[in-house]
């Protein structure tokens, strides 16, 4: 059973399943939170090679900085795991489908004869991974593409550009 056989019309039908590539979507969320990371081991180094005044140095500083970060650290690949259990994208001959979520499973839809934009965003992680990943955003009247993306986004995924020219197709044909 597919995961999103639950949530179909009763004439709907699925085109095609995508999976985000587990090794983008991974080091994407490393990626963005190792400035946090540097910054919490920074702080910690900083109280103790400065102490304040009258007080001796404190190997304690680091070692909680280095606790702080580590317990982050799993706490995020726990999350990730997770996230990525869930997380999958579909086309059906009436709508685009995001299904995703953590604890839960939470499904988002866009229908096809709503879509009015289809952008393929590459960024400098799916340039620095050089695996020919990207994202698809889609925008519609009531949901347009900002800057910092839209709601509906089939992210990290294998050849955007292909499946781009496969989606536009299909929006085309329903439309």
Avoid at 33 to 51: Q, S
Avoid at 63 to 73: C, M, P, Q, R, T
Avoid at 140 to 157: A, E
Wanted: proline content about 2%; some cysteine.
């Amino acid at each position: 059973m597919s995961n999103f056989e639950m949530i179909l019309d009763k004439d709907e039908s699925i085109l095609k399943e995508y999976k985000p590539n587990k090794l983008k979507m991974y080091f994407s969320s490393y990626f963005s939170c190792g400035l946090l990371y540097l910054f919490v081991i920074f702080a910690g180094v900083m109280g103790y090679l400065f102490p304040e005044q009258g007080q001796e140095q404190n190997i304690w500083f680091i070692i909680i900085s280095v606790i702080i970060v580590v317990v982050a650290l799993i706490i995020q690949t726990i999350v990730l795991v997770l996230a990525y259990k869930k997380r999958c994208y579909c086309i059906t001959n009436k709508r685009i489908i995001i299904r995703g979520g953590v604890m839960g499973v939470d499904y988002k839809s866009l229908d096809l004869q709503s879509i009015s934009a289809v952008a393929v965003y590459v960024s400098f992680v799916d340039k620095l991974l050089r695996k020919d990943t990207g994202s698809l955003r889609f925008g519609s009247m009531g949901s347009p593409m900002t800057n910092n993306g839209t709601v509906y986004t089939f992210n990290h995924v294998n050849k955007p550009y292909e499946m781009y020219k496969e989606i536009k197709e299909y929006i085309n044909q329903s439309k």
